[in-house]
């Protein structure tokens, strides 16, 4: 009897020391659903579904007593409801409408004196808002977040814990991606075997393309921010005005031989970031330090992930004061990986490294309550004093130009908390309707983020790049360096020493123009605008026939330029005016009664051709980049509202392609018979290649000044001794003799546009486009085709950015579009994405010339 009761005490005492504990020696309230209750499996021993993570915060705020609600705050493309959940003490949500409103009154401290809000801050939790999986295969957050949730609502035994209901207010935004995770669930589960599989080949573990990462458009959402593009991230932007949260981590996953990532962020910093928000990541990088010492957890600091773009969950709340931070724990990529050094690295043992960090997290600004409270109200405060301080005191935003993008600009700049005026009537010279952007408001570095042309790195960041650079060591630049808003959309953005009076706030609400008159013989449409292609789209869409004009006219004074979009009345239905109108928009539309001009050509001009409506076919699958092929269909399907059929490309041997006037990919005979094919970045490389002959242009190589033959080895295998006196000389003797040019992270380029070309009807003689990568194309030769855009020379050609000084030389006068014609059909190369990332506004109407102008002109 004494020999079984050892082995019965023994073998409970080896089961509770291997037991899996998520925060050790925590003891929960069984009246709080645990994931086996609602679920049916514990934490981390299943990926959870969308509607599984749901369905248990739901279960959570039904059994917390009053401490945890759910609320909707946006729907994805593909209709799944994205929620989050507030946690806080029952007394704390009693008054959680008082909460929000004294956190509106820190957040302006042109109403809220400095007496008034030490008064609010007393008695004021701070916000903490914690985001998870905004790449949808970045599996441990959302399963981390509900294990979150569950242990602020049942720990018992945790003393942390009821500080951190008593001093803060924390909101769980457990899935930001459902589209995408849901794309990656379903893969894992129809791969999955009869057990976990941690191979790296396992195809469990790989995505087919185009992976779970990105959203139903293919958008990466971690750099739609400041786009506001996608549905997710533009609920999510107003929801966090609703709260101006205090503290922001944005949890995520990397490589799977990593270790954890968390605060302080590797340099660059942005330079509209205080010191008081760097300092700051101290107490969160520490805290979370301390409990990963204690789990034998290993962790790494201000590497890699930067703090320079605006763009991330980590970044953008930032310049609204808040403290924002990345967490990257290593990936599993489904329930087991297994590690290079031979060591199992499981699903449940990632979720514990995000939740572990999600906890520290709250518990680190409870324990800064006060001073977080306080460093938010100095953050307003300074901004709005630099506003009113600094050389620069705001901006005007001309409608100069396409001023639908002016307009689009300013909507944009409002949903994302600035506060933006109508300019008064003829003030600064600016055309009527222009904005006024002031910079003595709380929101002033974000808008000088946000509408400066260029944010400058640090030198001796920049120093180490170049340094690193010669050496063949790969930059640390992580992302774009160029983002200017005003750049991005075409849009001429004033800065101003003084800030004019006589303007009236905006709300949002885009002017709508005047609808024409009822015409007796056309309605004409001035092209180049945003709304103009939105009308083109709309109008062909229910039927009306259209005839773009290829050179100006003057009609009745008005001059209109080439691009001109004409509606004839007598070519139409009887009810062409209510065709007109419900396409119009923000269009302006003109109605004429007669086909006379002035000067210029007429209706019934060569140079007047017929808009057909076509049928756009995408190239889909691999080997298509994927967040190219996603921009490229939400624009048109979504800017403009024309549908885009996406073609998977082991379908395109056996399909009709004849059915499609437009195929954004290449296919030689289909074009010679009167197609418009589309090339963008790669697809260029893969029109011009030899075997497929449809751009006369090549990739080149590095340029080199100074170009080294190479020596062959003799019969012996040797070669002739060289003395090397100098390092300079080293240099040169270790060389490549052909070498790329080194990558560009992404910066904005000048671009001149030929005035004498179809395609740029309604295209300014300069655009901004984004470069990006160490592709250049030689140019075409004149018998070949035209060279429509291409860089400027080297001195004027960088916007906004950083640039190498070898790339600069090389990308100057060098395409940026391409057209070549092919039997009755054009081959047209983006060498440069237009599309990118679904930020660049300013080359919208340069697309739209390539879809639908490039049809009309294929005869």
Known sequence: MRKLLVVLVTALALSAQTRFEFWPGTVYDPAVPSFEKVLGYSAGEKLASHGEIVQYFEALAAASGGRMKVYEYAKSWEGRKLIYAVIASEANHRRMAAIQADIKKLADPRKTPEAEAKRIMAGLPAVVWLGYTVHGNELSGSDSAMLTAYHLLAARNQKMVADVLANTVILIDPLQNPDGRTRFVNN????????????????????????????????????????????????????????????????????????????????????????????????????????????????????????????YGAAWPAYHGTIAMTYENAAVRGMLYNRLDGSAYTFKESVKRHFVTSVATCEAAAMHRAELLQNFWTYRKTAIEEGKTEPVKGYILSRKGDGSAADKLAELLVTQGVEVGKLASGAQGAPDGSYLVSLAQPAKRLIRTLLDKKVEMEPDFLKEQERRRKKKLGDEIYDVTAWSLPLLYGVEAIPVT??????????????????????????????????????????????????????????????????????????????????????QGYAEIVASDSAWVESGINLGSRSSFV?????????????????????????????????????????????????????????????????????????????????????????????????????????????????????????????????????????????????????????????????????????????????????????????????????????????????????????????????????????????????????????
């Open 188 to 311: 894992f589960e129809q791969a999955y075997g009869i057990e976990a599989d941690g191979s790296t080949v396992a195809a469990e573990r790989n995505e087919p393309w185009p992976g779970g990462r990105s959203n139903h458009y293919l958008f990466d959402m971690n750099r739609d921010w400041f786009a506001l593009t996608q549905p997710e991230t533009v609920g999510r932007i107003k929801m966090l005005l609703e709260w101006f949260p205090l503290v922001a981590a944005d949890l995520h996953e990397m490589g799977s031989e990593s270790t954890y990532y968390f605060a302080p962020e590797a340099i660059p910093f942005n330079p509209h970031l205080t010191k008081e928000q760097k300092t700051s990541l101290d107490w969160f990088g520490k805290n979370n330090a301390k409990y990963f010492d204690q789990m034998g957890y290993s962790y790494f600091t201000r590497e890699v992930y930067d703090a320079f773009f605006p763009g």
């Open 498 to 583: 003084s800030v004019p009076g006589g303007s009236t706030p905006f709300t949002g609400a885009r002017p709508k123009p005047a609808a024409p008159a009822k015409a007796q013989v056309a309605y004409f449409v001035p092209w180049g605008t945003q709304a103009a292609g939105q009308f083109l789209t709309a109008a062909l869409r229910a039927g009306v026939k259209i005839h773009t004009l290829d050179k100006a006219f003057v009609q009745n004074g008005r001059a209109f330029d080439r691009g001109t979009l004409a509606v004839k009345v007598k070519e139409n239905p009887e009810n062409v005016h209510d065709l007109v109108l419900k396409a």
């Open 611 to 859: 808009m057909k409506k076509p049928a756009i076919a995408l190239a889909w699958d691999r080997p298509v980049a994927a967040n190219s092929a996603g921009a490229v269909k939400w624009m048109l399907e979504r800017q403009y509202g024309y549908p885009v059929t996406a073609v998977r490309m082991t379908s395109l041997a056996g399909a009709d392609l004849s059915k499609f006037d437009v195929l954004i990919l290449p296919i030689k005979e289909w074009v010679a018979n009167g197609g418009t094919v589309i090339g963008i970045e790669a697809g260029v490389e893969f029109l011009a290649d030899a075997k497929v002959g449809l751009l006369a242009t090549a990739r080149e190589q590095m340029a080199v000044e100074k170009k080294v033959e190479p020596v062959k080895p003799d019969a012996g295998g040797q070669v002739p001794g060289k003395v090397l006196g100098s390092e300079a000389d080293f240099l040169q003797a270790i060389a490549p003799e052909k070498d790329r040019l080194d990558t560009v992270q992404g910066v904005l380029a000048v671009a001149k546009t030929d005035p004498d070309h179809w395609l740029t009807a309604g295209v300014a003689p300069t655009v901004t486009a984004l470069l990006q990568g160490q592709t250049v194309f030689s140019p075409l030769k004149l018998n070949a085709g035209t060279n429509v855009a291409y860089f400027a020379g080297a001195e004027q050609m960088l916007a906004s950015g950083y640039l190498w000084e070898e790339s600069r030389k090389q990308y100057a006068f060098k395409p940026l579009v391409m057209v070549q014609r092919e039997g009755r059909g054009h081959v047209i190369g983006f060498t440069n994405d237009p599309n990118f990332r679904g930020y660049m506004d300013g080359l919208n109407v340069f697309f739209l010339n390539a879809v639908f102008r490039g049809v009309a002109h294929s005869r």
